[in-house]
């Protein structure tokens, strides 16, 4: 297609959702959730797309999960350009400023488990879960894209991404502010100066899993005295406790099996402010497995103690009976999340939703586990 005729007709295709009676979803990015909106404006916007592929079958498994250079050569540091897009997690950013994910931050679910496999060592059966807990809440079904933070469009309009409060993104971050005090996606200097101040405590100056534990306390009971609207319930109180030593799991250089390893505090700006690995950087040695992960989740629980929960008010905080704080659950409530999330999908959007929701099942591995249906039973072709 001729250039100009291309411009035209990305042009046209930008229009449509004026012409249809929509105009504040003009130029609606690819990878913006379709939730919240009606089945007319799903079919609006979804005429200005590239394309249309819907839920996609999960990457294979990497094959080397030994110990290696990542920081080279074939994935050097590219600063943030105008427009990249960064978000609340600093091990997705930094994927993304060294090229394993797309550098404008948007990716697809197999890019992203591909990569966290590549760039951090982590298992592929963790890798496919946490991925897919997100994007069921927070992707874009239809173009199976997600951005892996928060972008502005040209009228400063946030377009929503991993930083949607309250469907994977949580409360009680490490470097990352609560959302009811403003933005919840930016690295926040005095939160990265807490953690520097436990590691000088009780860490000899690195950071360990006893300081990054201790931190976690202090944002967690911060939380509970200052954020009225403090939310700690599945699926972040499980992913609050296991990320408070994601920084020892996967920004340690060379990490060994075992954690023996402890974080120097510039590695950790390294990775948090400026989204880079530092020189030279190794990823861990053997892969981060759900035996890790558990691990290390009941080793920050047992220590701080504080149960599923939520804030009714300042320093208000009610435990929650009802929630067991298990990945079944946790998979429940993201599953059943996604059906009030869409409770009018067009039939292209409730098919992919429906093939998400059985991909983000599998995942769990748990055949035990009561698997939900919320648009009703899947039904295989023989």
């Known amino acids: 297609m001729p250039r100009m005729k291309l411009q035209s007709f990305t042009i046209l295709a930008a229009l449509v959702p004026y012409a249809l009676g929509f105009p504040h979803l003009a130029n609606f990015p690819e990878y913006r959730s379709l939730a919240?909106?009606?089945p007319e404006q799903v079919r609006a916007v979804a005429r200005t797309f590239n394309s249309i592929p819907g839920a996609q079958p999960l990457p294979p498994p990497i094959n080397d999960t030994s110990a290696k250079l990542?920081?080279?050569v074939a994935h050097p540091f590219v600063p943030d350009r105008p427009?990249?897009?960064?978000?609340p997690?600093?091990?997705l950013n930094t994927l993304a400023s060294h090229g394993y994910l797309p550098h404008n931050g948007v990716a697809t679910p197999a890019q992203i488990i591909t990569a966290v496999q590549e760039g951090f060592n982590m298992a592929y059966d963790v890798a496919t879960f946490l991925t897919y807990a997100a994007f069921v809440v927070d992707g874009n079904q239809l173009t199976n894209l997600m951005s892996i933070g928060a972008n502005t469009t040209a009228d400063f309009e946030l377009t929503p991404g991993l930083n949607i409060h309250g469907n994977f993104e949580g409360d009680a971050s490490t470097t990352r502010e609560d959302f009811y005090f403003g933005n919840n996606w930016s690295f926040n200097e005095t939160l990265f100066d807490q953690l520097v101040d436990a590691a000088n405590l009780v860490g000899d100056g690195y950071i360990t899993v006893e300081s990054a534990i201790l931190q976690k306390a202090q944002r967690i009971n911060n939380s509970i005295a200052t954020n009225p609207t403090f939310w700690f319930e599945s699926p972040r109180f499980l992913t609050a406790y296991a990320?408070?030593?994601?920084?020892?799991?996967?920004f340690v250089n060379n990490q060994t099996a075992n954690m023996t390893l402890n974080l120097a505090v510039d590695d950790a700006r390294s990775f948090f402010d400026y989204h880079k690995y530092p020189d030279g950087f190794w990823r861990r040695q053997s892969p981060y497995t759900p035996s890790d992960f558990y691990t290390l989740y009941n080793e920050a629980f047992e220590a701080i103690h504080v149960y599923p929960g939520y804030n009714d008010g300042v320093n208000n905080y009610v435990v929650d009976p009802n929630d067991p704080a298990t990945l079944c659950y946790a998979y429940q409530k993201q599953a059943n999340l996604t059906g009030e999330l869409y409770p009018n999908p067009t039939p292209e959007l409730e098919a992919a939703i429906k093939a998400n929701l059985v991909t983000f099942y599998e995942t769990l591995g748990e055949p035990t586990c009561e698997q939900m249906f919320p648009f009703g039973q899947v039904t295989i072709d023989s």
């Open 83 to 87: 427009g990249d897009i960064r978000g």
């Open 243 to 250: 990320e408070t030593t994601f920084p020892l799991a996967f």
């Open 70 to 72: 990542v920081y080279d």
């Open 36 to 38: 919240g909106l009606s």
């Open 89 to 91: 997690c600093p091990g």
